[in-house]
């Protein structure tokens, strides 16, 4: 495997990151991970506009230009022979003397690009079978809309989750409101048939597969509502799934031990999936 460090492409085991990286220090940075299908980067452009407002909102510089950058991404898929799989990217304000206020206006970000292989098979069984997930308070800070690799929370989320023997881990708000996964999007299918889904100003991270599936469900004839949700609610529907570039669209099928629906994976979080992947077809 093949990694891209700060300008050089270095075999993997070998990639490392100077111990005064700001990364490493204060999780002074911000990262994309993006989903990859028969070699086409599903999403690159609405990852790449997030990355460009997260960098904004943290006052960090763009490494190296747009255009350098998707050039590294696709030479590092290249290189690491990806047909089907992901790559990762953080962006940290630099190297600098470990001081909490920013260094020197010409201190570099420090760039990572990484790229890995995923298996479809695992994925496909994960669809069919369908996933289980706990519900947790929320506890982050209220910049969850920056996707910043201060990930403390959701590492102790995603933990808990699996000791629970779960796969995911739902925030809930103090009025008992579904936020979002440790690292998804949550959405249900109500008692009318509508999908919904979290209001993005309210305190969750804008998905970019949640705004891809809004573009797909139309065409499928499905209404899409911006609504917060109860854990009540979620519960009581029909389907619940979550979304990311890594799962794309993954049924859950129970929520803190309780059947959700029939206790199988929905019909319509599987044609869903198929639209979105047709986008990569
Ligand atoms: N996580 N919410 C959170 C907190 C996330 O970390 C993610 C993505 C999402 C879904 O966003 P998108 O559809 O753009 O992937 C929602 C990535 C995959 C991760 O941390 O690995």
């Not at 994309?32 to 904004?56: K, M, P």
């Amino acid at each position: 495997r093949i990694a891209y460090v700060n300008g050089t492409y270095v075999r993997h085991a070998e990639a490392a990151i100077h111990v005064e990286d700001r990364g490493y220090q204060f999780a002074d940075g911000v990262y994309e991970v993006c989903e990859v299908r028969h070699r086409f980067i599903i999403d690159l452009n609405r990852h790449l506009d997030r990355l460009g407002r997260s960098l904004h909102e943290l006052a960090i510089g763009w490494p190296m230009s747009r255009a350098a950058l998707v050039h590294v991404i696709r030479e590092v898929l290249r290189r690491n022979r990806v047909r089907n799989g992901l790559f990762y990217l953080q962006v940290t304000r630099g190297v600098a003397r470990r001081d909490h206020v920013f260094p020197a206006a010409d201190t570099p970000p420090s760039i990572v690009v990484t790229a890995k292989r995923t298996d479809p098979g695992a994925i496909a069984r994960k669809n069919t079978e369908g996933i289980s997930a706990i519900t947790v308070p929320e506890n982050r800070w209220d910049r969850v809309d920056i996707k910043s690799i201060g990930l403390l929370p959701n590492v102790l989320a995603r933990q808990q989750a699996k000791e629970a023997g779960a796969q995911e881990a739902i925030f809930v708000d103090a009025d008992g409101m579904v936020k979002e996964g440790a690292a998804t999007n949550v959405w249900i299918v109500d008692r009318e048939g509508t999908l919904r889904t979290r209001p993005a100003e309210s305190g969750i991270l804008r998905g970019i597969t949640r705004t891809t599936l809004m573009d797909v469900a139309g065409p499928l004839g499905l209404t899409v509502e911006e609504s917060a949700f109860s854990v009540e609610e979620m519960l009581a529907a029909r389907e619940v799934f979550i979304t990311a570039a890594t799962s794309i669209c993954f049924p859950v099928i129970s929520v803190d031990g309780k059947t959700i629906g029939n206790g199988h994976p929905g019909s319509i979080a599987q044609n869903i999936r198929e639209a979105f992947f047709d986008i990569a077809e």
